[in-house]
Nanobody
Framework: QVQLVESGGGLVQAGGSLRLSCVAS????????MGWYRQTPGKQRELVAV???????KYEDSVKGRFTISRDNAKNTVYLQMNSLKPEDTAVYYC???????????????WGQGTQVTVSS
Protein backbone atom coordinates (compact mmCIF):
# COMPACT_ATOMS: atom_id res chain seq x y z
CA GLN A 1 0.00 0.00 0.00
CA VAL A 2 1.27 3.47 -0.95
CA GLN A 3 -0.02 6.76 0.45
CA LEU A 4 0.58 10.44 -0.24
CA VAL A 5 -0.21 12.80 2.61
CA GLU A 6 -0.19 16.57 2.11
CA SER A 7 0.09 19.29 4.71
CA GLY A 8 0.65 23.03 4.90
CA GLY A 9 -2.46 24.53 3.34
CA GLY A 10 -4.42 27.32 4.97
CA LEU A 11 -5.63 30.89 4.76
CA VAL A 12 -3.21 33.67 3.89
CA GLN A 13 -3.46 37.29 2.76
CA ALA A 14 -2.46 38.32 -0.74
CA GLY A 15 1.29 38.75 -0.93
CA GLY A 16 1.89 36.15 1.74
CA SER A 17 3.58 32.77 1.62
CA LEU A 18 2.76 29.15 2.32
CA ARG A 19 4.77 25.95 2.10
CA LEU A 20 3.08 22.70 1.14
CA SER A 21 4.58 19.31 1.93
CA CYS A 22 3.71 15.86 0.64
CA VAL A 23 5.14 12.66 2.07
CA ALA A 24 4.98 9.34 0.26
CA SER A 25 4.89 6.25 2.48
CA UNK A 26 4.31 2.53 2.22
CA UNK A 27 5.86 -0.24 0.17
CA UNK A 28 7.86 1.95 -2.19
CA UNK A 29 10.53 0.63 -4.54
CA UNK A 30 11.22 3.91 -6.35
CA UNK A 31 9.73 7.33 -7.06
CA UNK A 32 9.99 9.10 -10.40
CA UNK A 33 8.29 12.45 -11.01
CA MET A 34 6.54 14.24 -8.15
CA GLY A 35 4.29 17.21 -8.67
CA TRP A 36 1.58 19.54 -7.50
CA TYR A 37 -1.77 20.16 -9.16
CA ARG A 38 -4.60 22.46 -8.21
CA GLN A 39 -8.32 22.53 -8.80
CA THR A 40 -11.10 25.07 -8.31
CA PRO A 41 -14.84 24.30 -8.46
CA GLY A 42 -16.06 23.71 -11.99
CA LYS A 43 -12.59 23.60 -13.48
CA GLN A 44 -10.23 20.82 -14.47
CA ARG A 45 -7.30 19.95 -12.29
CA GLU A 46 -4.22 21.75 -13.62
CA LEU A 47 -0.51 21.13 -13.25
CA VAL A 48 1.25 23.69 -11.07
CA ALA A 49 4.77 22.28 -10.92
CA VAL A 50 6.62 19.01 -11.38
CA UNK A 51 10.08 17.79 -10.39
CA UNK A 52 11.90 14.73 -11.69
CA UNK A 53 13.92 12.34 -9.56
CA UNK A 54 17.01 14.11 -10.86
CA UNK A 55 15.77 17.54 -9.83
CA UNK A 56 14.62 19.02 -13.13
CA UNK A 57 11.60 21.26 -12.71
CA LYS A 58 8.72 22.60 -14.76
CA TYR A 59 6.16 25.27 -13.81
CA GLU A 60 2.81 26.51 -15.01
CA ASP A 61 3.32 29.98 -16.47
CA SER A 62 1.28 31.89 -13.89
CA VAL A 63 3.40 30.63 -10.97
CA LYS A 64 6.86 31.03 -12.48
CA GLY A 65 9.04 33.22 -10.30
CA ARG A 66 6.66 32.88 -7.33
CA PHE A 67 6.48 29.15 -6.60
CA THR A 68 9.39 26.76 -6.08
CA ILE A 69 9.11 22.99 -6.11
CA SER A 70 11.74 20.86 -4.39
CA ARG A 71 12.12 17.34 -3.06
CA ASP A 72 14.00 15.36 -0.47
CA ASN A 73 14.52 11.90 -1.94
CA ALA A 74 15.75 10.48 1.37
CA LYS A 75 12.44 11.45 2.96
CA ASN A 76 10.21 10.67 -0.04
CA THR A 77 8.90 14.22 0.27
CA VAL A 78 8.06 16.95 -2.19
CA TYR A 79 7.56 20.60 -1.25
CA LEU A 80 5.93 23.60 -2.86
CA GLN A 81 7.07 26.98 -1.58
CA MET A 82 4.49 29.55 -2.62
CA ASN A 83 5.43 33.23 -2.36
CA SER A 84 3.65 36.41 -3.45
CA LEU A 85 0.35 34.58 -3.33
CA LYS A 86 -2.61 36.00 -5.23
CA PRO A 87 -6.35 35.45 -4.74
CA GLU A 88 -6.38 33.53 -8.04
CA ASP A 89 -4.06 30.94 -6.46
CA THR A 90 -6.97 29.89 -4.24
CA ALA A 91 -7.65 26.20 -4.90
CA VAL A 92 -7.37 22.71 -3.53
CA TYR A 93 -3.79 21.61 -4.10
CA TYR A 94 -3.08 17.94 -4.79
CA CYS A 95 0.19 16.08 -4.62
CA UNK A 96 0.88 13.56 -7.39
CA UNK A 97 3.70 11.07 -7.68
CA UNK A 98 4.80 8.40 -10.13
CA UNK A 99 5.71 5.55 -7.79
CA UNK A 100 6.79 1.99 -8.37
CA UNK A 101 5.52 -0.02 -5.38
CA UNK A 102 7.42 -3.09 -4.20
CA UNK A 103 4.61 -5.28 -5.53
CA UNK A 104 4.54 -3.80 -9.05
CA UNK A 105 6.74 -4.19 -12.11
CA UNK A 106 6.12 -0.64 -13.33
CA UNK A 107 5.31 2.79 -11.83
CA UNK A 108 1.77 3.78 -10.94
CA UNK A 109 0.26 7.22 -10.43
CA UNK A 110 -0.80 8.19 -6.91
CA TRP A 111 -2.69 11.21 -5.56
CA GLY A 112 -2.90 12.82 -2.17
CA GLN A 113 -6.18 13.81 -0.56
CA GLY A 114 -5.74 17.52 -1.29
CA THR A 115 -5.13 20.55 0.88
CA GLN A 116 -7.05 23.83 0.67
CA VAL A 117 -5.17 27.04 -0.03
CA THR A 118 -7.18 30.25 0.32
CA VAL A 119 -5.70 33.65 -0.50
CA SER A 120 -7.70 36.65 0.65
CA SER A 121 -7.50 40.03 -1.07
Amino acid sequence: QVQLVESGGGLVQAGGSLRLSCVASGSIFSINDMGWYRQTPGKQRELVAVITSGGSTKYEDSVKGRFTISRDNAKNTVYLQMNSLKPEDTAVYYCNADIRPNFALRPLGYWGQGTQVTVSS
